[in-house]
C-alpha cells in the first residue's frame, strides 16, 4: 500500500473515532440534562425556573371572577394540602420506595393524581382539593426521581406506568370495593395514558388526562431543536442508547400512541390550544391512537402549557366532573 494511501487511511480512521468520541459524550451529555434531575445543567432546572420555551405560553389570561375564584381556590388548597394528609409509601418494583400524601375520605370513591415533569405532588394541591371536596379520597405520588421519592433518572411516564400500577394496588388492598380515577397533567398525564395499556383492574372507572405527550421521541426531539437548534438524528438516537443502557428505556419505547391502542378504559383528553411545549396537535394524535369504547376531548383556547384549568376553570371543571361522574357514583 502506498505511503499516501495509508497516511489518508489513518487520517480518515482518526477523524471517525473523534466523531465517534464527540456523538457518544454528546448523547451521554443530552441524556443526563432530559432524565438526570440531579446534574450540574438539567432541563429540570430550566423548566422550574421557567425557561423552557413553550411552558405556560399563551395570551395573558383575563382576570375574571371565575379565574379569580379559582385563583383564591388554589391558594387556601396549597395551606390544605401542607396541613392535611397522611404521607404513604409504596415499594417499587426496583426495590426502591415511591412516597406521596393521601387525604382520606370515608367513600369508596379514589382519585390518583399525577404531577408532571420537574414537579412534585404539592403541585397537584389545587385538584387533590377539588376531588376531596366531591367526596374522593385524594392520592398524590411524587414520581420517581421527583420529591421525595426515591429514584436516579426520571421515567418521563414509561418508567412511572408501573408506579401507577403499585399504586392502585395499594388503594384496593386496602378497600377492594374501591372505584379510582386516574388523573395526571402533563408527564402525569403521559403516564396514565401509558397505564391505560397495561392490564387495569376492574376498579379503574375512567381516566383523565391533561396536556400529556405522545412519546418521549416526539417530545425530546421537539426540546433538542427548540433548546439547542439540532436535528433529532443522530444526537437523539444517541440519548436514547444511553437511556436504555443507564435508565432501562430507550425514547422510542416509551409510546403513550402504542398503549392507547390497548386502552379499554373510559378517557377524558385535555388540552389547551396555545400550548406549544406539548404542541396541540398531539391531542388528535393521542385521541385517535385510544381504543377505548368511550372517549372524549376538551380544548381550552388560549391556554399554554398546563395551563388549562386556570385559563377557564369553569369549563374545565364542569367537563372533568361530568364525565367522572358517569363513572364513578
Given at each position: 500500500m502506498p505511503r499516501w494511501l495509508k497516511i489518508l487511511l489513518i487520517t480518515a480512521l482518526s477523524l471517525l473515532a473523534a466523531l465517534l468520541v464527540v456523538l457518544l459524550l454528546a448523547g451521554n451529555f443530552l441524556f443526563e440534562f432530559a432524565l438526570y434531575p440531579d446534574g450540574v445543567f438539567t432541563m429540570s432546572d430550566l423548566f422550574a425556573r421557567g425557561n423552557v420555551a413553550g411552558t405556560g405560553d399563551g395570551p395573558d389570561t383575563p382576570l375574571t371572577d371565575e379565574v379569580r375564584q379559582w385563583q383564591e381556590y388554589a391558594a387556601d388548597a396549597a395551606d390544605w394540602f401542607d396541613a392535611q394528609g397522611e404521607q404513604v409509601e409504596l415499594l417499587a418494583e426496583d426495590g426502591s420506595v415511591r412516597r406521596g400524601r393521601m387525604f382520606t375520605r370515608q367513600e369508596h370513591k379514589c382519585?390518583?393524581?399525577?404531577?408532571?415533569?420537574?414537579?412534585?405532588?404539592?403541585?397537584?394541591?389545587?385538584?387533590?382539593?377539588?376531588?376531596?371536596?366531591?367526596?374522593?379520597?385524594?392520592?398524590?405520588?411524587?414520581?420517581?426521581?421527583?420529591?421525595?421519592?426515591?429514584?436516579?433518572?426520571?421515567?418521563?411516564?414509561?418508567?412511572?406506568?408501573?408506579?401507577?400500577?403499585?399504586?392502585?394496588?395499594?388503594?384496593?388492598?386496602?378497600?377492594?370495593?374501591?372505584?379510582?380515577?386516574?388523573?395526571?397533567?402533563?408527564?402525569?398525564?403521559?403516564?396514565?395514558?401509558?397505564?391505560?395499556?397495561?392490564?387495569?383492574?376492574?376498579?379503574?372507572?375512567?381516566?383523565?388526562?391533561?396536556?400529556?405527550?405522545?412519546?418521549?421521541?416526539?417530545?425530546?426531539?421537539?426540546?433538542?431543536?427548540?433548546?439547542?437548534?439540532?436535528?433529532?438524528?443522530?444526537?437523539?438516537?444517541?440519548?436514547?442508547?444511553?437511556?436504555?443502557?443507564?435508565?432501562?428505556?430507550?425514547?422510542?419505547?416509551?409510546?403513550?400512541?402504542?398503549?392507547?391502542?390497548?386502552?379499554?378504559?373510559?378517557?377524558?383528553?385535555?388540552?389547551?390550544?396555545e400550548d406549544t411545549f406539548v404542541p396541540y396537535e398531539m391531542l388528535d394524535t393521542v385521541y385517535n391512537a385510544c381504543a377505548s369504547p368511550v372517549k372524549e376531548k376538551l380544548t381550552v383556547p388560549g391556554a399554554g402549557h398546563g395551563a388549562a384549568v386556570g385559563t377557564n376553570p369553569v369549563l374545565y371543571w364542569n367537563t372533568v366532573i361530568n364525565f367522572v361522574q358517569r363513572f364513578v357514583e
Open positions: 382519585a390518583i393524581l399525577f404531577h408532571g415533569y420537574a414537579g412534585a405532588s404539592w403541585q397537584m394541591a389545587p385538584y387533590a382539593r377539588m376531588f376531596y371536596d366531591m367526596g374522593f379520597t385524594v392520592l398524590t405520588p411524587d414520581a420517581l426521581a421527583h420529591g421525595d421519592s426515591d429514584g436516579k433518572y426520571i421515567g418521563m411516564g414509561w418508567l412511572e406506568r408501573s408506579d401507577v400500577l403499585g399504586w392502585i394496588r395499594l388503594l384496593t388492598d386496602e378497600d377492594p370495593q374501591a372505584r379510582i380515577v386516574l388523573f395526571g397533567v402533563s408527564m402525569g398525564g403521559a403516564a396514565v395514558m401509558m397505564a391505560a395499556g397495561e392490564e387495569l383492574p376492574e376498579n379503574v372507572k375512567c381516566i383523565v388526562e391533561d396536556c400529556g405527550y405522545s412519546s418521549v421521541w416526539k417530545e425530546f426531539g421537539l426540546q433538542l431543536k427548540n433548546i439547542f437548534h439540532m436535528p433529532t438524528f443522530p444526537l437523539l438516537n444517541t440519548a436514547s442508547l444511553f437511556s436504555k443502557l443507564r435508565a432501562g428505556y430507550s425514547f422510542g419505547e416509551a409510546s403513550a400512541v402504542e398503549q392507547l391502542g390497548r386502552a379499554r378504559v373510559p378517557m377524558l383528553f385535555i388540552h389547551g390550544e
